[in-house]
């Protein structure tokens, strides 16, 4: 019956999927409600289609794509097609006047059809391909000056504006660019201008005119820096000096505190110069007097001697502008406020990397025909940026139109999954291994994770480890084993993985997780535990038996002397006659039941004993079939994907025919010579038949 609404859903694996297969059924996908998808969600990384088309649809680049985002998709391109035929074939082509000029988009779109059809001299102006689009995008991303006012250094022939530019790109870290170089913005542009002058101008408040001019920040003149470094270096010596002579200004006898004790002197090593220099390092820079002066070259401990006559001579003498044999507390007071302005220039020294250009460089840069003509360049840069943002949407539109419909039918419904001759966009290949061909596989990124979800499927999965060549990286693939049995597959197995291109791979079997295959292992399955079971049982009694065997086998070869047997007793006789005639009436018993057991079959007709045969295996037959088919239609697909990431809705149970062709035993080319068929399966068959047909004439039926 036709629907009102002109939807149309497909039944698969139990399942109701909604039918995309033209331009007119995307608007059925807007309407859909979510709960109603077949998927909600995935990861971008599982789907194997274009990948700048997956990367436009996942619009906040969070590495999955949701319904939302497929919304957004079909909305903007219905809006942007007037034509909505080239949608149905998925060209890659696309026709000129089926955009609609009336949208935004769709007027910058055809406006930068045409003029990469000019540029590329095409002798069709009506329709333009997706290698012609991506032919000029590579070229544009190419050149130096594009991309949103980003430039390169090799965008100018002038040496001195290259340098500049690449001294920008040094010193600030530049801009990304499409061709993986950085390359300079306008906010690297201003920032380096900005670091350049706030260094010179930092420079020029150290610097004076002649080397005699002395300023706030140079009291010294050219011989600022100098000083400054041998007045840093005694510092934290002469204030300690001057606090210690304040405490014997104020006591004498503190005097002796800055004296070496006997158990210091005792202590010391004096045979080591390096423990002697360290003493005197940690003693006082001079004898502390309570006049608090401090006299060069008298009482002065050696080890500070030479560098207080610099001192005296480069830093005390020019700063007091007087010969300086002695410094009193005032003075060296005057020191430190003189150098104290010098000190606070220098902890305002501008942190940038400008410095390594130097300041001649920098003033060279700061000529205004360098900053005008990299604005220039910039300029030109954002006007190609929005030719080629226009490029990028033409790209999107016809990806767009010779995809869409393929990623609806991969997320919204899975019809390709369930249908024989097609791939889905979320399969990897095909495993070849044990004489058989696994033709459904999916990217596993986090195994344990996937293997949980997976446990839940009812299906036998195999987890391979794919080795492609080319220095690739290996990964991972789940594969459901879905007919057929297990037969020889085991952890460490190899095999030959062929992937969706038709690249073969080295692969090996790492993971299995177990579960009933066919319907023929589900039946043998509880017998084979029962089997395990029994044979360990069996190995356990025998191994313990051995080992009796063995201890008893020890004892006697290990025992000291040979005695003689004793002569056995008379109720040990007794014993050996009682249960030789116990075994005697056992034995007779059950000669009798046998015989009893014999005369009774041979009243009854052979197929009266068949059927009887039949019905008790049927009776332990039939409820383990029953449990072995409950158990296979309950194979869920769903599980399997949901452990790759993927927001499953639906049920996607696996049928029969389905089972057959994800898991196949390809057969022997039919002309071949040389093939045999089994010959136990062929005699079995005419054996049971025969056997029916004699039941069947017996019963006159």
Request: hydrophobic share 40%.
């Given at each position: 019956m036709a629907s009102s609404s002109g939807m149309f859903f497909e039944s698969f694996g139990r399942s109701y999927h909604l039918r995309v297969a033209t331009s007119a059924d995307l608007q059925h996908v807007l309407d859909l409600n979510d709960a109603h998808w077949v998927a909600t969600g995935a990861p971008v990384t599982s789907i194997n289609l274009d990948p700048v088309f997956l990367k436009l649809i996942d619009n906040d680049g969070n590495g999955r794509i949701l319904c939302y985002e497929i919304r957004e998709a079909i909305?903007?391109?219905?809006?942007?097609?007037?034509?909505?035929?080239?949608?149905?074939?998925?060209?890659?082509?696309?026709?000129?006047?089926?955009?609609?000029?009336?949208?935004?988009?769709?007027?910058?779109?055809?406006?930068?059809?045409?003029?990469?059809?000019?540029?590329?001299?095409?002798?069709?102006?009506?329709?333009?391909?997706?290698?012609?689009?991506?032919?000029?995008?590579?070229?544009?991303?190419?050149?130096?000056?594009?991309?949103?006012?980003?430039?390169?250094?090799?965008?100018?022939?002038?040496?001195?504006?290259?340098?500049?530019?690449?001294?920008?790109?040094?010193?600030?870290?530049?801009?990304?660019?499409?061709?993986?170089?950085?390359?300079?913005?306008?906010?690297?542009?201003?920032?380096?201008?900005?670091?350049?002058?706030?260094?010179?101008?930092?420079?020029?408040?150290?610097?004076?005119?002649?080397?005699?001019?002395?300023?706030?920040?140079?009291?010294?003149?050219?011989?600022?820096?100098?000083?400054?470094?041998?007045?840093?270096?005694?510092?934290?010596?002469?204030?300690?000096?001057?606090?210690?002579?304040?405490?014997?200004?104020?006591?004498?006898?503190?005097?002796?505190?800055?004296?070496?004790?006997?158990?210091?002197?005792?202590?010391?090593?004096?045979s080591s110069g390096e423990a002697i220099e360290e003493v005197l390092k940690k003693a006082p820079i001079a004898v502390p007097r309570s006049d608090r002066v401090l006299s060069f070259g008298q009482q002065v401990n050696i080890y500070y001697n030479p560098a207080l006559e610099v001192f005296r001579e480069k830093v005390a003498e020019p700063a007091l502008r007087r010969p300086a044999h002695i410094l009193s507390e005032t003075e060296w007071q005057e020191i430190k406020d003189l150098f104290a302005p010098h000190e606070q220039w220098l902890k305002a020294k501008p942190d940038s990397a400008v410095e390594q250009l130097g300041d001649k460089m920098l003033r060279t840069y700061l000529d205004a025909r360098f900053e005008k003509e990299v604005r220039r360049l910039i300029a030109d840069s954002v006007k190609t940026a929005v030719v080629l943002d226009n490029i990028r949407l033409a790209e999107k539109l016809i990806l767009y139109q010779a995809n869409i419909i393929t990623l609806v039918n991969n997320f919204v419904s899975f019809p390709h999954l369930y249908h024989p001759a097609q791939r889905a966009a979320f399969e990897m290949g095909s495993l070849?291994?044990?004489?058989?061909?696994?033709?459904?596989?999916?990217?596993?990124?986090?195994?344990?994770?996937?293997?949980?979800?997976?446990?839940?499927?009812?299906?036998?999965?195999?987890?391979?480890?794919?080795?492609?060549?080319?220095?690739?990286?290996?990964?991972?693939?789940?594969?459901?084993?879905?007919?057929?049995?297990?037969?020889?597959?085991?952890?460490?197995?190899?095999?030959?993985?062929?992937?969706?291109?038709?690249?073969?791979s080295d692969a090996r079997i790492v993971e299995i997780i177990e579960n009933p295959i066919s319907l023929t292992e589900a039946l043998l399955s509880p017998f084979q535990r029962l089997g395990k079971m029994l044979t360990g049982r069996i190995e356990a009694i025998a191994s313990s038996a051995e080992k009796k065997f063995d201890d008893a086998a020890s004892k006697v070869v290990n025992q000291p002397g040979a005695l003689a047997a004793p002569a056995p007793s008379q109720s040990k006789g007794a014993m050996a006659g009682g249960l030789l005639m116990g075994g005697g009436v056992a034995i007779a018993a059950l000669g009798s039941s046998l015989a009893y057991i014999t005369r009774t079959l041979a009243n009854v007709s052979a197929y009266k004993i068949l059927i009887s045969v039949v019905v008790a295996i049927l009776a332990v037959m039939a409820p383990l079939s029953l449990m072995a088919i409950s158990k296979l239609r309950r194979r869920d697909l769903s599980s399997i994907l949901e452990g790759a990431g993927w927001a499953i809705n639906a049920r996607m149970r696996l049928s029969m025919q389905q089972g057959m062709i994800f898991t196949q035993t390809p057969r022997y080319p039919t002309d071949a010579g040389g093939i045999r068929g089994n010959r136990f399966v062929v005699l079995l068959s005419v054996a049971i038949v025969s056997e029916l047909i004699y039941i069947l004439w017996r019963l006159k039926l």
């Open positions: 909305t903007w391109l219905l809006d942007v097609l007037k034509d909505n035929s080239a949608i149905d074939g998925a060209a890659n082509v696309l026709a000129l006047d089926s955009i609609n000029a009336e949208a935004q988009d769709g007027q910058r779109i055809l406006v930068a059809a045409r003029k990469i059809l000019g540029q590329l001299r095409a002798s069709d102006t009506g329709k333009i391909t997706l290698d012609q689009v991506r032919a000029i995008k590579k070229a544009a991303e190419s050149t130096p000056v594009s991309e949103a006012g980003v430039v390169l250094p090799g965008a100018t022939d002038d040496a001195e504006l290259s340098r500049f530019l690449a001294d920008i790109v040094k010193t600030t870290g530049g801009s990304a660019h499409p061709s993986n170089s950085p390359g300079v913005a306008e906010q690297q542009l201003a920032l380096f201008i900005e670091q350049a002058r706030s260094y010179l101008d930092w420079c020029d408040r150290g610097r004076v005119a002649t080397p005699e001019d002395r300023t706030d920040v140079c009291p010294l003149g050219a011989n600022t820096s100098t000083a400054f470094l041998l007045y840093k270096e005694l510092r934290q010596k002469l204030d300690d000096y001057f606090q210690q002579c304040r405490l014997v200004a104020f006591d004498k006898r503190s005097s002796d505190c800055f004296r070496l004790t006997d158990a210091q002197l005792t202590q010391m090593d004096s070849v291994a044990d004489g058989r061909r696994f033709n459904f596989s999916t990217k596993v990124d986090n195994r344990a994770e996937h293997s949980a979800l997976a446990k839940t499927s009812n299906i036998c999965v195999l987890y391979a480890e794919i080795s492609p060549g080319g220095g690739l990286p290996k990964y991972t693939v789940a594969i459901p084993v879905t007919s057929g049995s297990k037969g020889n597959l085991c952890l460490g197995k190899r095999g030959v993985f062929m992937d969706l291109q038709g690249e073969q």
